[in-house]
T-cell receptor
Framework: NAGVTQTPKFQVLKTGQSMTLQCAQD?????MSWYRQDPGMGLRLIHY???????DQGEVPNGYNVSRSTTEDFPLRLLSAAPSQTSVYFC???????????????FGQGTRLTVV | GNSVTQMEGPVTLSEEAFLTINCTYT??????LFWYVQYPGEGLQLLLK?????DKGSNKGFEATYRKETTSFHLEKGSVQVSDSAVYFC??????????FGGGTRVLVKP
């Protein structure tokens, strides 16, 4: 019963490096999203997807790319890491993208990223 | 735009004390409201939800009532345990199916 799986759990990058945070869900959920969590700021939406082949920007998309080639996977790419991207990243999925269906969001365990 | 404001922590309590975490929101339309909990080292989990005015969500001894007139969704528990130590997030979902989160409130329960 895996749910939402994120890898890696911890990562240290040098400024300018690129990397991909992986996210996979095994619940056949339509809706997947990426958040970053910073102290005192709650979770802020980076990008989201309402289904395979469809992605859109959230509140803080700059510096990040996503793709959704399959229902299961939703990787987040940092193109050129900056210290401002030091944060904890969470992937989440929901059964449906339909507004007001009020479906529960399931979260991965997070990736703690430090950019030096 | 939509926003959620919750009291800053940390909130430190003794076991069996009463817990209240205030949450107020600003949203267009009629949002659904949620409380999520994050235990140390883990992702967020849904604690409870309410989808319309005057609804009461409840789970694990926690309760929150959707108050449209005061745009609030305060979380309460009558007798906390050490295992309730966590970070609690208030959130709303309005049109567009995006969740908007508050800043989180860290709760520490001491034995």
């Amino acid at each position: 019963n895996a749910g939402v799986t994120q890898t890696p759990k911890f990562q240290v990058l040098k400024t300018g490096q690129s990397m991909t945070l992986q996210c996979a869900q095994d619940m056949n959920h339509e809706y997947m999203s990426w958040y970053r969590q910073d102290p005192g700021m709650g979770l802020r939406l980076i990008h989201y997807s309402v289904g395979a082949g469809i992605t859109d920007q959230g509140e803080v998309p700059n510096g990040y790319n996503v793709s959704r080639s399959t229902t299961e996977d939703f990787p987040l790419r940092l193109l050129s890491a900056a210290p401002s991207q030091t944060s904890v990243y969470f992937c989440a999925s929901r059964r449906t993208a339909s507004t007001f269906m009020n479906t529960e969001a399931f979260f991965g365990q997070g990736t703690r990223l430090t950019v030096v | 735009g939509n926003s959620v404001t919750q009291m800053e922590g940390p909130v430190t309590l003794s076991e069996e004390a009463f817990l209240t975490i205030n949450c107020t929101y600003t949203a267009t339309g009629y949002p659904s409201l949620f409380w999520y909990v994050q235990y140390p080292g883990e992702g967020l989990q849904l604690l409870l939800k309410a989808t319309k005015a005057d609804d009461k969500g409840s789970n694990k001894g926690f309760e929150a009532t959707y108050r449209k007139e005061t745009t609030s969704f305060h979380l309460e528990k009558g007798s906390v345990q050490v295992s309730d130590s966590a970070v609690y997030f208030c959130a709303l979902e309005a049109a567009g199916n995006k969740l908007t989160f508050g800043g989180g409130t860290r709760v520490l329960v001491k034995p």
